[in-house]
Structure formats: C-alpha cells, structure tokens
C-alpha cells in the first residue's frame, strides 16, 4: 500500500471510530469540504502535510498519534 493511500485509510478509520463524516472532518479542521474529498479521491497521488496536520488539529490528535500506528511503520518503499 502507498503511503497516499494508508494516509485516506487511516484518516476514514478514525472517522469511523468517531462517527464523523467528511464534511464534520472539513468543519472540524478549517478546511473546505473539497480538500477532503479531494484528498480522499482515490485517483490523486500526493497529500499535503499542511493538510494532514490541520486535519489532525481539527481531531485533536498529534501527527506523532496519526502516523504512530503498525501500519505506517510496515508501509513498503516508495521508491521502486
């Protein structure tokens, strides 16, 4: 799995979690509803970190907790 792609999976899960949809995550966060879904748009590769990190802000988690997972440290190399 890329990293794009465990960064959306990780982001959904803890919606999930918390029971909140897209457009709660973009209020939550300050950022408008389309960077969220464009982020989460399977078909686009890169994701700002400026946005990772407003998004965590907005679910009052540190990028230490969001990329502190098994998932993240077992991701293969981007580089092929």
């Known amino acids: 799995m890329a990293v794009k ?11 999930k979690e918390r029971n909140i949809k897209t457009n709660e995550l973009a209020n939550l966060s300050g950022v408008t509803p389309s960077t969220v879904y464009s ?27 969001f990329f ?6 077992n991701l293969e190399q981007e580089i092929k």
């Open 39 to 65: 982020m989460m748009d399977e078909s686009r590769r890169d994701v700002s970190i400026v946005v990772i990190k407003k998004l965590c802000d907005g679910l009052d988690i540190t990028l230490g907790e």
């Open 5 to 15: 792609d465990m960064v959306v999976k990780r982001f959904k899960d803890i919606c």
């Open 68 to 73: 502190g997972t098994e998932e993240f440290d």
